[in-house]
């Protein structure tokens, strides 16, 4: 198997621990709607601890195996516009994520203080899940424009 097979390969697996990770936070973000208790809720954030560090693992080990696999093909150059396009939509995923993260990581923490009539209001609140669902938006953009490479 060549360097370049698999430079490819792990920039595949790598995508695919991003995508299983924004798997889990769907399900995580869409129950969480569902919540009828602190304790329900408190459970979901222990789940959801799993799947921050595999989507940046994920997300950041994809750049890397996909720069180095632009910079070694014969095919493609780190300038086609397709690839500016993949790190314009990588960026704009990770900061739609980010954001995600962030709404969250402040309704943990309600629930950590024992809150529980603001945390359920925010679970049902649609910003973070609106904030997911733009992050889930541009993934798939993102997947679509590397599996198409439009214009190359």
Do not use: C
């Not at 424009?145 to 439009?150: A, L, S």
């Amino acid at each position: 198997m060549s360097f370049y097979s698999w430079m490819l390969a792990l920039h595949l697996l790598a995508a695919f621990a991003a995508a299983s990770a924004l798997v889990l936070f769907s399900v995580l973000v869409f129950s969480g709607r569902r919540m009828t208790s602190l304790e329900e809720t408190r459970l979901l954030f222990r789940v959801g601890a799993i799947g921050g560090p595999l989507v940046g693992a994920g997300m950041g080990l994809a750049l890397v195996f996909g720069i180095i696999l632009a910079l070694k093909s014969s095919e493609f150059e780190i300038w086609n516009g397709w690839i500016i396009a993949g790190f314009v939509l990588w960026a704009l995923a990770g900061a739609a994520g980010g954001r995600t993260g962030t709404y969250y990581t402040s309704v943990q923490k309600l629930a950590d203080q024992g809150n529980e009539a603001e945390v359920l209001a925010r679970l049902r609140a649609p910003t973070g899940a609106l904030w997911h669902f733009a992050t889930l938006a541009l993934f798939v953009l993102l997947l679509l424009d590397m599996v198409f490479k439009p214009g190359a």
